[in-house]
């Protein structure tokens, strides 16, 4: 920091004999530190949030009675798996889309024997694939999907999926369920404390537990945006089909100025309140 002060400081003479009185402020002075700054005006465009590649998902849960791993009519006919299907095969079919990862994970409820649980969540695995197999025959798309994309989870307690939707429930003594589930961390344990709580496990057996009996399908796709050539061509054509960022990066990739002029000002018009699109007019203006 650039400071000053006003100081008064006096000197004495006595023949040769010269003494300095220390120096009295009498006042502030100025602040200029401004000055030390370079003066190099320029004008700044703004960025875009540009992103070629954005994560989608699609995701369906197939339920099942307890101690059971067959898929029911009335499950294949839910809207749930309807729209999941429907959605697969338009993403596999969508050429700016690439569908990245498969994933079936199958689950058993966190009663009864663990061993059992075991078998039961394989065979819910099993059966899930079976039955999202038989959709891609339905689809003619079995032997387009790459059988590498799958990836396949067994959780034979789902002590976790069981914990959140108590969390949300209105379940009698939920709070004293989920203190034994922070006590104990023995599965045959937490099951005996629980159902010792025998008012509140009737609850769990008809809103928690048969939720948890599941295997869920997941489809992981990349929606991919147009290429550098794709918004180039577009945004000298006709830059009114263009979202906001498509046409501010559509902006930043030409390097004629009245093009990239033309680019912003569909911006700036299109979305009046963005002020990256009326800035990015200026910082054109004032180049030209």
Known sequence: MKVSDLEVRVKG??????????????????????????????????????????????????????????????????????????????AKNDSTKQIKEIVISAYASPDGEL?????????????????????????????????????????PEDWEGFKTLLEKSDVRDKELILRVLSMYNDPAVREKEIKNISAAFEELKTKILPELRRSKLTVNVDVVGKSDEQLTAIGTSTPDS????????????????????????????????????KNNVGYVLIKT
């Open 115 to 155: 061993e059992l649980n075991e078998k039961l969540a394989e065979k819910r695995k099993e059966s899930a694939n079976k039955y999202f197999t038989s959709e891609l025959k339905k689809s003619k798309l079995v032997d387009e999907v790459d059988e590498n994309i799958f990836k396949y989870l067994t959780t």
């Open 13 to 90: 003479t006595v023949k040769t004999t010269v003494v300095d009185f220390p120096a009295i402020k009498i006042g502030d002075g100025v602040i200029a530190t401004e000055f030390l700054v370079v003066k190099d005006p320029r004008p700044i465009s703004m960025k875009d949030n540009f992103v070629r590649i954005t994560p989608e998902s699609y995701e369906a849960d197939i339920k099942y009675l307890i101690n059971k791993a067959d898929v029911r009519p009335t499950e294949v006919k839910k809207d749930e798996l309807k729209n999941f299907n429907t959605s697969f095969v338009e």
């Open 242 to 277: 263009l979202n906001l960022e498509e046409l501010l990066y559509a902006g930043s990739l030409v390097s004629d100025l009245n093009q990239k002029l033309n680019i912003y000002q569909t911006a700036a018009k299109k979305y009046p309140d963005c002020v990256r699109a």
